[in-house]
């Protein structure tokens, strides 16, 4: 099965499979990695939007979940992105934190309620991730 593309990020909830009520974890809350700082986040604004739409998100982030808290506290929050994951219908990667790439497909299919992720980044091993049952969307990738 083929990569599907999608074009830009406001194409995001149309994308993801969504429903209302569905779970959905974002890997990202920073504007950039290796930093805490929130102002003008894309995947924040991706997971408000999501909220107001009706979906159940959770955000994980290495550095930045105590600044979205306080900017976001209608979203839930989660310490580690693999606990973030749990009873998910949809992943949202959205960020270059290197640690996200190592995080392997096969643990993660385990926790989720439905093997789907959107990779706005497009660093995920989409071939290892399918090994495991993924379905994948890549953004900016045909």
Not at 78 to 103: F, G, K, M, S
Request: net charge neutral; proline share 7%; with cysteine.
């Amino acid at each position: 099965m083929p990569t599907e593309r999608v074009k830009t990020p406001g194409a995001i909830a149309a994308a993801c499979w969504f429903q209302v009520g569905k779970r959905i974890t974002v890997w990202d809350a920073a504007f950039k990695p290796d930093t805490d700082d929130i102002r003008d986040s894309p995947a924040l604004a991706v997971a408000h939007r999501l909220h107001r739409l009706g979906a159940a998100v959770t955000v994980t982030d290495p550095q930045a979940l105590d600044n979205a808290r306080k900017q976001h506290p209608e979203l839930d929050y989660a310490d580690d992105p693999i606990a973030a994951v749990q009873d998910a219908d949809l992943l949202l990667h959205l960020a270059e934190w290197p640690q996200y790439q190592h995080i392997d497909p096969h643990r993660l299919a385990t926790r989720v309620a439905s093997c789907k992720v959107i990779d706005g980044r497009g660093t995920l091993n989409v071939a290892t991730g399918r090994e495991a049952g993924w379905t994948y969307r890549v953004l900016g990738r045909p």
